[in-house]
């Protein structure tokens, strides 16, 4: 991976990973708590296997599916904090 973006210039490295985790890891708690939720409320707050099992499903498939709109999410953010210049910093 290349340091700069031969273009804008921006800083690749800066904080690459941790943003992409942020996300995902957000997405994944999100899915996972609104499904045991919707889970609880349809089934009268006895839970039912479904919901655990969908639990555990979406806890596994989430962070992979997620991911690259993490990337991309985490450019656009990184793009506003640190607009193009002319040169690097």
Excluded: N
Excluded at 16 to 40: E, H, P, R, S, Y
Excluded at 44 to 54: I, P, R, T, Y
């Amino acid at each position: 991976m290349v340091d700069r973006c031969a273009v804008c210039h921006l800083d690749l490295r800066r904080h690459t990973w941790l943003i992409a985790m942020w996300i995902t890891t957000w997405a994944t708690v999100i899915g996972v708590v609104g499904w045991v939720v919707f889970g609880l409320v349809v089934t009268g707050a006895h839970g039912a296997w479904w919901v655990d099992f969908g639990a555990v499903g979406l806890a596994i498939l989430i962070p992979p599916a997620a991911y690259p709109y993490a990337k991309s999410l985490q450019a656009r953010l990184l793009l506003r904090l640190d607009p193009p210049t002319e040169r690097p910093r």
